[in-house]
């Protein structure tokens, strides 16, 4: 019998440069795994983040709270995927599901490739 569990997690690299492979050499992630880091980035940052930047908007008094919550949350939820996709190529999503995000020669997307991505998901989400 062969050493290969059908049930074993996906691995993944997850060393800081991803430059080792070109891009055209890399699979692309299927609907599943891209469904599946959508759900676990999406847990983490509505309950994660909401705990913690309420609790920073609520620290600050409850004249501001009402007026800053939506900016701290929409600004929040969109910085964790920019940092984590411009500095190391995945969200904890990514990480656990085996996936990376990589431009077009194979490396770690520049901060302002990570941002026009996200707001690019981000606007395909919002229209019908």
Do not use: C
Request: no cysteine; aromatic share 8%; charged share 10%.
């Amino acid at each position: 019998m062969s050493g290969h569990n059908p049930y074993e997690a996906p691995k993944t690299d997850v060393s800081l440069d991803p430059s080792e492979q070109q891009g055209a050499d890399l699979p692309a992630a299927g609907r599943g795994a891209r469904f599946l880091n959508f759900l676990i980035d999406g847990i983490i940052t509505r309950f994660g983040l909401t705990m913690i930047l309420g609790g920073v908007v609520a620290a600050m008094g409850p004249e501001r709270t009402g007026l800053l919550t939506l900016p701290l949350l929409l600004a929040g939820m969109i910085g964790y995927y920019i940092v984590l996709e411009a500095a190391f190529g995945w969200t904890l999503g990514k990480l656990i599901t085996g996936t990376r995000v990589v431009n077009a020669a194979g490396h770690l997307p520049s901060l302002g490739q990570a941002l026009l991505r996200v707001v690019g998901t981000f606007m395909s989400l919002a229209t019908p």
